[in-house]
């Protein structure tokens, strides 16, 4: 929130939209060229509106292949319905000044509620959780361009500028001073990044520096007060502000936990709470105006009050979402940009012909600005940090970043102090250009997946004999456990073999703007009551207890965006050094295992993602039974691997390996063999290493503690191999099938046309949809390094 959306917003309301001159007839309509034409309001309205959707829809979908943001396709249709339609017959008909007013009033409503939305996502107590590094640099990003630009402006001489331009240049510094988190955020959420390293950095930096701007909102807010209705009246007005915070904090904010208290765990929230809360809001709008503090102060600070994230910041978003962001804000966004006049751009004359010094100035500060930001923002955490040169100017650009906030105060400051139409449309021209530049900077600098291809192989088959196993585990739903469970308990776990679980419960980002992540080692479990989380930590728990010396298991949860938490899971699995990480299928299955009843397409898509740049060995578990199975002697887990040839089924081979560790076990091994690969006899060192590596198992009754059996089956093409496998379903709990993606072998040969879901391989997919009792286990070989 800027600092200079204070004043009059009576007059805000009346100018926002107002792009034509004034032409009436007597009975106050607009009268054109060609004769009097009188519009209804609520046509002309819709007209207008349709007329903004088409264009920015229009202009985004071929802007949007060029990597630009949707903000540049609304600021586009704005400078063309402004520069075309308001310099025509038929644009004055559609876009007739009286309706200006009506369009100009609900865009500016939009940005109230926008504010409000973002404050409802924003928490604000993660500032003083930011670590030296973020802090450090959302101090810089906006000290130092702001004092840099104060000292210019200090040097520059008033001699050639008019007291009254010369008063204005501070209020133009602090605009291109600011790092708004609101922007930063959905800069960083449009390149899904938001989570990454350096999206969190720059998160955390941008918070810092929007806690500056808040202060400094103040701080202005009182000097304007001062200047307009007098000292005396300057300092209630403050003392009615600090009110009015304390009151949302100690008893409105106060309020909003009780109402999450009343909400049973999993339940949303009531209806008719959302709604009191939309209404507060309005209300809180009309307090500031009435205080003559911050016309839009009052909705900001209650959306930082409410408490962010699931059950009541979730309800509120889920409300506003599409309504503000869709509807509202392209609005608000074309209606500024309409205002712009490209014709005044970088014009150096006044209407009288001499030379506009006060423009010359307005440019100075701009570039001086610029250029201070983003060297003090790239040798801050270069230098002092140690960070690489690449991410450095990576997150120099972040903090650069321009959008709806320094556009929406341009907008007001014009109103407001009367900005000269030049100077208006060179800082509007100058912020569209950083929002569409900067974020096509960032996303080819930045590429957060580099960091997964590693040299080191981290998978199954290179382990060393009696190391420790290092398995990631996901979790979505509740139902994802017991299955999870019974595959680890399958590995075994023992002292000299030991095995480190990582159990990463997934949470999507909703009602929220900063990601989470949580390390539940580090932190004392909660007391408000049972939720998923406490249940994800004491199964966990439980089972690391059954197994107490030869077992560690260590959970965290990640809060992010769906498409973004592939991101989560490999970082995870990159620091922790996991040889494995296990997701579970995105079907989940009846308990009599012959209908699906739920499809989460968000996670077919993220365990895609997962397979493409892990920097380890994958899994994809496709539960059946959905019950934990009870090993002993008189209930032996019986596992099936099926075996054909490639990495993939060598690291299932190596995985079915350790199994053989648990007692209670009973492995049966089938490899496929191609007779027409048979009657070539050919011979490769791929093939010469898994002949040999069978030889382990063939005419062996035991490995370890499991009993093994191996068999073969000759098969002449793929149709054949799928009668044989369809039939094993029912005879196994588990099967283990190497994915093998890309890989054509006479033994599948004629299966791939039919496979739906390519992230199974052509066994996989089907296995998960032939009917029966087994779970399904697809493990893909590290690839990530292996193409190094």
């Not at 802090?135 to 050639?160: D, E, H, R, T, W």
Request: charged share 20%; hydrophobic share 45%; glycine share 6%.
């Amino acid at each position: 929130m800027s600092s200079l959306e204070a004043s009059n917003s009576t007059t805000v309301y009346k100018r926002t939209c107002m792009i034509l001159p004034p032409q009436t007839s007597s009975r106050g309509m607009w009268v054109g060229d060609h004769g009097e034409f009188i519009q209804s309001p609520l046509p002309s309205l819709e007209i207008q509106m349709c007329i903004v959707y088409f264009g920015t829809l229009f202009f985004h979908t071929f802007l949007s292949r060029l990597r630009f943001p949707r903000f540049t396709s609304m600021i586009i249709t704005g400078l063309i319905i402004g520069n075309t339609f308001g310099k025509t017959d038929t644009g004055k008909i559609l876009f007739h000044f009286e309706s200006q007013e009506t369009l100009g009033l609900i865009s500016v409503f939009g940005y109230i509620m926008f504010l409000f939305y973002i404050g409802v996502k924003t928490d604000i107590s993660m500032v003083h959780k930011t670590g030296r590094r973020a802090m450090n640099v959302g101090i810089v990003a906006i000290l130092a361009p702001f004092l840099c630009g104060v000292l210019a402006q200090y040097y520059v001489s008033s001699k050639y500028i008019e007291p009254k331009e010369y008063a204005k240049l501070p209020f133009i510094v602090t605009i291109c001073s600011l790092s708004p988190f609101p922007v930063i955020s959905s800069v960083l959420g449009d390149l899904k990044i938001l989570n990454s390293e350096l999206g969190r950095l720059g998160l955390s930096s941008a918070l810092v520096s929007e806690t500056i701007n808040i202060a400094l909102t103040f701080v202005v807010g009182l000097c304007n007060n001062m200047t307009n209705v007098g000292k005396l009246r300057a300092f209630v007005d403050m003392g009615y502000a600090v009110l009015f915070v304390l009151f949302l904090i100690f008893i409105l904010r106060r309020s909003m936990f009780w109402i999450i208290r009343r909400t049973p765990d999993g339940c949303s929230v009531r209806d008719h709470y959302v709604y009191c809360i939309l209404i507060v809001a309005m209300l809180s709008a009309y307090a500031s105006h009435q205080f003559h503090f911050l016309a839009l102060f009052g909705p900001y600070t209650l959306g930082l009050a409410i408490p962010e994230g699931p059950p009541l910041g979730t309800a509120i978003v889920k409300k506003l979402d599409t309504f503000v962001t869709g509807v509202l804000m392209p609005l608000f966004v074309t209606t500024c940009a309409m205002r712009v006049d490209l014709r005044q751009f970088l014009n150096y004359r006044r209407s009288d012909g001499t030379f506009d010094h006060f423009m010359l100035q307005v440019s100075l500060l701009v570039v001086i600005i610029f250029v201070t930001k983003l060297v003090s923002c790239f040798l801050l955490p270069l230098y002092c940090d140690k960070m690489p040169p690449k991410d450095a100017m990576t997150l120099s650009l972040t903090m650069n970043c321009k959008g709806i906030v320094e556009m929406a105060t341009c907008s007001f400051l014009r109103d407001i102090m009367g900005l000269p139409d030049n100077v208006f449309a060179f800082l509007m021209v100058c912020m569209v250009m950083n929002a569409t530049i900067m974020p096509i900077l960032v996303s080819y600098l930045y590429d957060p997946s580099n960091k997964y291809a590693g040299y080191t192989k981290r998978n199954i088959e290179d382990l060393r004999s009696n190391s420790e196993l290092r398995v990631l585990t996901c979790i979505h739903r509740p139902d994802n456990i017991p299955p999870a469970i019974s595959l680890l308990e399958a590995i075994y776990p023992s002292k000299e073999e030991p095995l480190g679980v990582f159990v990463l419960h997934l949470i999507e980002l909703i009602g929220r703007a900063t990601p989470v992540f949580i390390c539940h080692q580090l932190q004392n479990k909660s007391k408000t009551g049972r939720s998923f989380t406490n249940d994800v930590v004491d199964a966990f728990g439980s089972f690391e207890e059954e197994f107490t010396g030869a077992l560690t298991v260590n959970v965290f949860t990640a809060v992010s965006p769906a498409e973004m938490m592939n991101d989560d899971i490999c970082h995870l699995a990159l620091d922790k050094m996991t040889s494995l990480i296990v997701l579970p299928f995105h079907q989940k299955w009846s308990s009599d295992g012959k209908s699906i009843e739920l499809d989460d397409k968000s996670i077919k898509d993220l365990n895609g993602s997962v397979m493409d740049r892990a920097p380890c060995s994958v899994g994809i578990l496709i539960e059946r039974a959905q019950m934990s199975h009870m090993f002993s002697s008189e209930t032996p887990y019986t596992v099936c691997l099926i075996f054909i040839g490639g990495k993939d089924d060598r690291e299932a081979f190596f995985l079915a390996k350790r199994i053989t560790k648990n007692p209670h076990v009973r492995l049966t091994l089938i490899r496929f063999i191609s007779e027409i690969e048979e009657r070539m006899d050919i011979r490769d060192w791929d093939r010469v290493l898994e002949t040999k590596m069978l030889e382990e198992v063939k005419g062996r009754p035991k490995i370890g503690e499991a009993s093994v059996k191996y068999r073969e089956e000759r098969v002449r093409d793929g149709p054949e191999t799928a009668l044989i496998v369809r039939s094993l379903v029912y005879e196994y709990d588990m099967i283990i099938v190497g994915r093998r993606d890309g890989i054509e072998s006479p033994q599948t040969s004629g299966l791939l046309q039919w496979s739906e879901y390519p992230e199974l391989g052509v066994l996989g997919d089907l296995l998960a949809f032939a009917p029966g009792r087994a779970s399904i286990f697809i493990i893909q070989q590290q690839r990530m390094a292996s193409n190094l």
